[in-house]
């Protein structure tokens, strides 16, 4: 039986995922089992947060093939990971595909479960970044939140168009590939040309004698 857009979709995002914690390990020059710790931290860290929140069976508990995949995946990079020239910026880039996977794949869970928007909207943001934060913090990497370019708006970009596709009627393969398509779109664009907000400008404070 063929597995249908929303289940490829997470496990791709597992895939995806547990490689850019493999390669942030290949880049602190950690052993065999940092590169297992942190893809596996990495690729089921959000979804895991999701379905806690939830209150769901963790995926990764019901189905311990997530955690093989982070494993095999964190191994083929362990013996590859130096045969990339510029290991950062292809962890950026592969972290914007599980980013824009995730961001559908938890929408499309939070939606069945609640049936509210709003909750599918947050679990597809959560899910999609959770992962990624969680690498940075522990591997000492450079905060994907604390990069110029856009993030979390990209997972925000996705999960919404899902939703609203999965609530206008479209077919569950194409409302999944509208929100992969648009949160991948704003991602790789903020990467590609520095999209990004106005960040906020500190001010200076009165002088005593000028507070009336």
């Not at 850019?20 to 895991?48: E, N």
């Not at 993030?151 to 194409?174: E, H, K, M, R, S």
Request: glycine share 12%; proline share 5%.
């Amino acid at each position: 039986m063929p597995l249908n857009p929303i289940a490829l979709l997470d496990y791709a995002g597992v895939a995806v995922f547990a490689a850019t914690g493999a390669l942030a390990a290949s880049r602190k020059q950690l052993d065999i089992i940092g590169f297992l710790f942190l893809a596996s931290v990495t690729g089921i860290g959000g979804g895991t947060l999701r379905d806690v929140i939830l209150n769901l069976p963790v995926f990764w508990v019901a189905n311990s093939g997530y955690v093989l995949i982070c494993a095999v995946v964190a191994v083929l990079v362990f013996f590859s990971a130096h045969r990339f020239e510029s290991r950062y910026k292809l962890l950026l880039w592969l972290d914007a595909i599980g980013l824009a996977a995730f961001s559908v794949m938890g929408a499309a869970k939070g939606l069945a479960i609640t049936g509210s928007p709003v909750v599918s909207v947050i679990m597809g943001v959560l899910t999609a970044t959770f992962g990624g934060i969680l690498r940075d913090l522990l591997a000492g990497e450079p905060s994907v939140l604390l990069r110029p370019e856009i993030y979390v708006t990209a997972a925000l970009a996705g999960a919404t168009i899902f939703t609203i596709g999965d609530l206008a009627g479209l077919p569950a393969l194409a409302s999944s590939l509208l929100g992969f398509a648009g949160a991948l779109a704003v991602r790789g664009g903020a990467l590609k040309f520095g999209w990004s907000f106005a960040a906020y400008r500190s001010r200076p404070g009165r002088r005593p004698e000028d507070i009336p």
